[in-house]
């Protein structure tokens, strides 16, 4: 709870401004200003010298169970082979009673000495007939053993699903690699990674971002619990009064009754949780080959990936979403899913629905033109510029030219776009220092498409406020939310940024220190 006497912050710097000091009272900003006007007789005082002081940092996208299980669970990030993912394995089931099905996330094939995904014998090989199931970094694809498989009733005649595929062997018999839908095809039956997750580990890991600076997500939550797992949503609300930060809630439904039902629960859940609108996948990941491209991947002359636009799947969730007064986020990687989403969103516009209503996640590759659409939908970019940092060493071989025209921030903010900015996390690392960082020097690719330190700055603060539709933050009669570094992210290099300190985090007017957590890269 926040402490309700009227307390003074005094900082030396508040980043991008001339002032010093915050006035705080009872969990809301009272006044930005210099220490020297406020400075009365009576009033509580906190110094923290060295520090600068920002708006409390956000996410506009982020998994929170899916970050839970990350560094909770098994997380293969780091392994470097076959070998290394087998050992990995072996110690993490070694105490497990025989049958029990394992979950491993963030499989990175781009890393490994193989240079591809295990099959299904490749992880028999590895556990025998306990059944496992990994799941690529970007969830787009998932590979499953043989137990794995016959568990979930996939025979070697089970056709791909809709918006989906299973890969196959020279005989025609899925060889255990899932792509897209097809991963529910296991997933629904053995269990997704965060279906049982204590209330601990949720706590533990929420409290372990708020010492990363973050003060609040746009947190992607799946509703409707299948065969023995929890509905995420319910997971949430349980833990909802204890949470450290707050949740603004974007919900994955299968029906727009689910998705009333999930608004109407965290509507009642608490100062911590609201329902923030709907989310839904028009294709897949370029690290997956799964994000709907209008030309073929530069690597893989016969594939454009899997456009999953299904306005009659899509628009009644939209059409619910809206009428329960929340946004529509629509995920949207490669340029012909963003061309169907831009013109989607166009429709909705021509029908009168608010322009902040609307994003677009990720929006990675788009022509000229389709900035230009964008921009004229008035929809908020969601992006996360992570992503240029773990996709350097295969992004150019994967869309040749078109990596000019990939992760276009300042073409879009030129444009007049809004963009608010994210991690994906678990897909990528949580932390927003480093997010600014990457905004700022691109890894290196396409420095054209830089955005300037004050505009990296704002990705994380104002362009998070306007993609979870909430008033600007660091103003008198906000949320008391703020981040202490200990240096000014305005004047500092990246790699400043990258290796700098979050002295503390305030939410609520309430200071958290940081909490270090174990995030295997
Ligand atoms: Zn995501």
Same mark, same amino acid.
């Given at each position: 709870m926040w402490s309700d006497r009227r307390t003074l912050l005094v900082v &030396?710097? /508040?980043?991008?401004?001339?002032h010093d000091a915050v006035l705080v009272d009872s969990g809301k900003i009272v006044a930005v200003g210099s220490s020297n006007e406020f400075e009365t007789a009576g009033l509580a005082i906190d110094r923290y010298p060295g520090t600068s002081l920002i708006a409390g940092l956000g996410d506009a996208h982020f998994h929170p169970l899916g970050f839970t299980a990350a560094i909770s669970r098994l997380n293969v990030a780091n392994c470097g082979s076959f070998d290394d993912l087998a050992g990995k394995i072996r110690k993490v089931t070694s105490g497990m009673p025989p049958g029990q099905v394992v979950i491993g996330t963030r499989l990175n094939d781009d890393g490994l000495a193989e240079q591809r995904l295990p099959t299904r014998l490749d992880l028999d090989a590895m556990v025998g007939d306990r059944p496992l199931m990994l799941y690529r970094y970007c969830g787009h694809v998932a590979v499953a053993n043989t137990a794995a498989l016959d568990l979930s009733g996939v025979r070697p005649d089970t056709p791909d699903p809709v918006g989906g595929s299973l890969d196959r062997d020279a005989d025609g018999r899925p060889n255990g690699i899932l792509r897209e839908t097809a991963i529910s095809l296991c997933g629904d039956v053995l269990g @997704?990674?965060?279906?049982?997750?204590s209330r601990e580990e949720v706590l533990n890991a929420m409290s372990g971002l708020v010492g990363s600076g973050l003060t609040r997500l746009g947190a992607i939550v799946a509703t409707g619990g299948f065969f023995g797992v929890r509905d995420e949503i319910d997971q949430l609300i349980d833990i909802g009064p204890d949470l450290p930060l707050n949740l603004s809630v974007l919900v994955y439904a299968e029906t727009p009754d689910q998705l009333e039902r999930a608004a109407e629960r965290l509507s009642n859940a608490g100062r911590r949780l609201s329902f923030l609108g709907m989310k839904d996948f028009t294709d897949g990941s370029l690290g997956g080959h799964? %994000? %709907?491209?209008? @030309? !073929?991947?530069s690597d893989w002359q016969s594939e454009v990936g899997t456009n999953r636009f299904d306005l009659a799947r899509i628009g009644p969730l939209a059409e619910r979403s809206l009428a329960l007064g929340g946004s529509v986020a629509l995920h949207a990687i490669g340029d012909a899913a963003c061309a169907d989403v831009i013109g989607y969103f166009g429709t909705l516009r021509d029908a009168? /629905?608010? %322009? &902040?209503?609307l994003r677009i996640e990720h929006a990675s590759v788009l022509s000229d033109a389709d900035v230009e659409a964008l921009a004229a939908t008035g929809a908020v970019a969601s992006v996360q510029p992570a992503f240029l940092a773990s996709e350097t060493e295969w992004l150019g071989t994967r869309l040749g030219e078109r990596v000019e025209t990939t992760y276009r921030f300042r073409t879009m903010q030129e444009a007049g776009i809004a963009l608010a900015g994210g991690s994906d996390c678990p897909v990528e690392p949580p932390f927003p220092l480093a997010g600014m960082a990457v905004a700022q &020097?691109?890894?290196?690719? /396409? !420095? %054209?498409e830089s955005l300037d330190a004050g505009s990296a700055l704002a990705l994380f603060t104002d362009g998070v406020s306007a993609a979870l539709r909430e008033p600007l933050p660091l103003k008198p009669g906000a949320r008391a939310d703020f981040t202490m570094l200990n240096v000014d992210p305005l004047t500092a290099t990246p790699d400043e940024l990258r290796g700098a300190e979050v002295v503390a985090t305030w939410i609520e007017g309430t200071p958290h220190l940081p909490i270090p957590f174990e995030w295997d890269q």
């Amino acid at each position: 709870m926040w402490s309700d006497r009227r307390t003074l912050l005094v900082v &030396d710097r /508040v980043a991008g401004t001339d002032h010093d000091a915050v006035l705080v009272d009872s969990g809301k900003i009272v006044a930005v200003g210099s220490s020297n006007e406020f400075e009365t007789a009576g009033l509580a005082i906190d110094r923290y010298p060295g520090t600068s002081l920002i708006a409390g940092l956000g996410d506009a996208h982020f998994h929170p169970l899916g970050f839970t299980a990350a560094i909770s669970r098994l997380n293969v990030a780091n392994c470097g082979s076959f070998d290394d993912l087998a050992g990995k394995i072996r110690k993490v089931t070694s105490g497990m009673p025989p049958g029990q099905v394992v979950i491993g996330t963030r499989l990175n094939d781009d890393g490994l000495a193989e240079q591809r995904l295990p099959t299904r014998l490749d992880l028999d090989a590895m556990v025998g007939d306990r059944p496992l199931m990994l799941y690529r970094y970007c969830g787009h694809v998932a590979v499953a053993n043989t137990a794995a498989l016959d568990l979930s009733g996939v025979r070697p005649d089970t056709p791909d699903p809709v918006g989906g595929s299973l890969d196959r062997d020279a005989d025609g018999r899925p060889n255990g690699i899932l792509r897209e839908t097809a991963i529910s095809l296991c997933g629904d039956v053995l269990g @997704q990674r965060s279906g049982d997750l204590s209330r601990e580990e949720v706590l533990n890991a929420m409290s372990g971002l708020v010492g990363s600076g973050l003060t609040r997500l746009g947190a992607i939550v799946a509703t409707g619990g299948f065969f023995g797992v929890r509905d995420e949503i319910d997971q949430l609300i349980d833990i909802g009064p204890d949470l450290p930060l707050n949740l603004s809630v974007l919900v994955y439904a299968e029906t727009p009754d689910q998705l009333e039902r999930a608004a109407e629960r965290l509507s009642n859940a608490g100062r911590r949780l609201s329902f923030l609108g709907m989310k839904d996948f028009t294709d897949g990941s370029l690290g997956g080959h799964t %994000a %709907a491209l209008r @030309q !073929p991947y530069s690597d893989w002359q016969s594939e454009v990936g899997t456009n999953r636009f299904d306005l009659a799947r899509i628009g009644p969730l939209a059409e619910r979403s809206l009428a329960l007064g929340g946004s529509v986020a629509l995920h949207a990687i490669g340029d012909a899913a963003c061309a169907d989403v831009i013109g989607y969103f166009g429709t909705l516009r021509d029908a009168g /629905v608010d %322009a &902040d209503r609307l994003r677009i996640e990720h929006a990675s590759v788009l022509s000229d033109a389709d900035v230009e659409a964008l921009a004229a939908t008035g929809a908020v970019a969601s992006v996360q510029p992570a992503f240029l940092a773990s996709e350097t060493e295969w992004l150019g071989t994967r869309l040749g030219e078109r990596v000019e025209t990939t992760y276009r921030f300042r073409t879009m903010q030129e444009a007049g776009i809004a963009l608010a900015g994210g991690s994906d996390c678990p897909v990528e690392p949580p932390f927003p220092l480093a997010g600014m960082a990457v905004a700022q &020097d691109r890894a290196g690719m /396409v !420095p %054209a498409e830089s955005l300037d330190a004050g505009s990296a700055l704002a990705l994380f603060t104002d362009g998070v406020s306007a993609a979870l539709r909430e008033p600007l933050p660091l103003k008198p009669g906000a949320r008391a939310d703020f981040t202490m570094l200990n240096v000014d992210p305005l004047t500092a290099t990246p790699d400043e940024l990258r290796g700098a300190e979050v002295v503390a985090t305030w939410i609520e007017g309430t200071p958290h220190l940081p909490i270090p957590f174990e995030w295997d890269q």
